[in-house]
């Protein structure tokens, strides 16, 4: 499987960015996908996520009531949709899959930069 993101950029605070996640290869293995970000000097940290089966979407605090994950039915492609972004955002935001691997995400995109500026 692979996992190719777009739409990242620089945007001021206050605004919005959308970005997507297109994944080719094994997808009709596809249980779920998500997005982690990591900020300089930070770990990886948990956005978001959607379950393929039942459309159930999760959030981290952080971005809960601002960030809205979303996907296609042929679960080949994921968005988020970043509103009210702030500086706090700044970070290489990477899409992620689990393909059949029992929910644990095994395939990694290669990241795209987010910044923010106040």
């Known amino acids: 499987v692979q996992l190719v993101e777009s739409g990242g950029g620089l945007v001021q605070a206050g605004g919005s960015l959308r970005l997507s996640c297109a994944a080719s290869?094994?997808?009709?293995?596809?249980?779920?996908m998500g997005w982690f970000r990591q900020a300089p000097g930070k770990e990886r940290e948990f956005v978001a996520s959607?379950?393929?089966?039942?459309?159930?979407?999760y959030y981290a605090d952080s971005v809960r009531g601002r960030f809205t994950i979303s996907g296609d039915n042929a679960k080949t492609t994921v968005y988020l949709q970043m509103n009210s972004l702030k500086p706090e955002d700044t970070a290489v935001y990477y899409c992620?899959?689990?393909?059949?691997?029992?929910?644990?995400?095994?395939?990694w995109g290669q990241g795209t930069q987010v910044t923010v500026s106040s």
């Open positions: 992620a899959a689990a393909v059949d691997s029992g929910g644990q995400y095994n395939y």
């Open positions: 290869g094994r997808t009709f293995r596809n249980d779920a």
């Open positions: 959607i379950i393929w089966n039942g459309g159930s979407a």
